[in-house]
């Protein structure tokens, strides 16, 4: 059963091209994991960009769902200035485009203008709060490579009425690149509008946007904490914000996915 980043492991094609495979154990329903599959597509524009221009955001479209095996990516840098790096990554199926994306990779510069987030509310430690197992057949395949703890918010599917949660995760293996690492983590939990629905419905996302705020150096296996909001939900889309927390308390990444939700069918 290969990890994330095992997962994430491509053959060069050629320049600018790769190629991978989506396993059975990292589908979601009748895709390919998105947080895996984004950071396919990262990664391919990691390959073309220089290493000193960390990754500051990615905006991903799910063109259409990435089934389980072959997959080919292609990545081209679009303009590198003297402090930003701008890229854009096409994953292919044969000749069908499933997933598209752009990334903006750049250094640090001097500047006098700084702005910190406030601390988040306290919630539980990790250690207090309630396990989410994996449940074959019930959760999606790709969640046996991660650890779930609940912290607080309404339970999918639960007929809740608060559409928002908090609650820890982490990778099970260890992941080497913290960009990536985040991209894997920032899609692992559920939208959390699936709280208001009484019965399993499908969701699909369509477009994603992460801002990379705190990259650890080393991301180990330390938890990381996620606070997921709904900003809108109506006519079966909505839009769902997150702020991802790395282990060291600070505030790693922004999230902005819109969904769509299958409540109806």
């Known amino acids: 059963m290969p990890s994330f980043q095992q997962a994430l492991s491509s053959t060069p094609l050629s320049e600018g091209e790769s190629f991978g495979e989506i396993q059975e154990d990292w589908r979601q329903g009748r895709a390919a994991y998105g947080g895996l599959v984004a950071a396919q597509a990262l990664k391919a524009m990691q390959a073309k960009v220089a290493p000193d221009r960390p990754t500051r955001a990615l905006q991903v479209v799910f063109v259409a769902p990435l089934d389980q095996g072959p997959i080919t990516a292609q990545a081209t840098v679009l303009r590198a200035g003297r402090s930003m790096t701008l890229a854009q990554a096409t994953l292919f199926q044969g000749d069908r485009v499933l997933l598209t994306a752009s990334g903006a990779f750049g250094a640090d510069r001097d500047s006098d203008i700084v702005v910190l987030p406030s601390a988040p509310a306290p919630i539980k ?44 995760c982490r990778h099970k293996a260890p992941v080497p690149d913290s960009a990536q690492h985040i991209v894997g983590l920032a899609d692992a939990w559920p939208a959390p509008t699936l709280a208001l629905a009484k019965r399993p419905i499908p969701a699909s996302s369509v477009t994603w946007n992460l801002q990379f705020l705190h990259l650890p150096q080393d991301p180990g296996t330390g938890w990381w904490r996620m606070d997921y909001d709904t900003d809108h939900a109506q006519a079966g889309v909505h839009s769902i914000t997150g702020q991802l927390y790395a282990p060291d308390g600070q505030l790693a990444a922004l999230s902005t996915q819109l969904a769509v939700v299958f409540d109806k069918r």
């Open 125 to 168: 430690e990790p250690e207090a709060c309630m396990a989410l197992p994996f449940l074959p057949g019930v959760t999606p395949n790709f969640t046996q490579h991660y650890e779930y703890r609940w912290a607080d918010g309404g339970f999918p599917f639960s007929g809740s009425k608060d559409a928002r949660f908090k609650g820890w």
